[in-house]
């Protein structure tokens, strides 16, 4: 379903134009984006459907002579890998019981 598609069916069922579908939407990704942004709570939920957080993965250190997954008998170098931040979407028990 495209976004076009999606405020469409939203605005029919809900009664609303398309536009203030559309302004809600903003809003809805302006207060995530609020909420999990570096120096902020990390997490935001939408009541029931979806839990969205950060995670943090630690730094990795470089690795000489790991095997090889792709070619088995051969080693390889593994580069160094800095912190990073990555956002990560979980279902909630509502979203769970639709499927």
């Not at 709570?41 to 630690?58: E, N, Q, R, Y």
């Not at 390889?76 to 019981?97: E, F, G, I, N, Q």
Request: glycine share 8%.
């Amino acid at each position: 379903m495209t976004k076009t598609q999606m405020l469409a069916d939203i605005a029919e069922s809900t009664q609303l134009t398309k536009k203030q579908v559309g302004s809600v939407l903003d809003a809805l990704e302006g207060i995530i984006g609020r909420h999990i942004m570096k120096g902020s709570v990390g997490a935001c939920t939408i009541s029931g459907l979806l839990k969205i957080k950060t995670v943090k993965k630690p730094a990795q250190r470089a690795k000489k002579n790991v095997p090889n997954p792709f070619r088995p008998g051969e080693l390889m170098d593994v580069k160094a890998k800095p912190r990073s931040t990555r956002v990560k979407v979980l279902p909630l028990k509502r979203l769970k019981d639709m499927v």
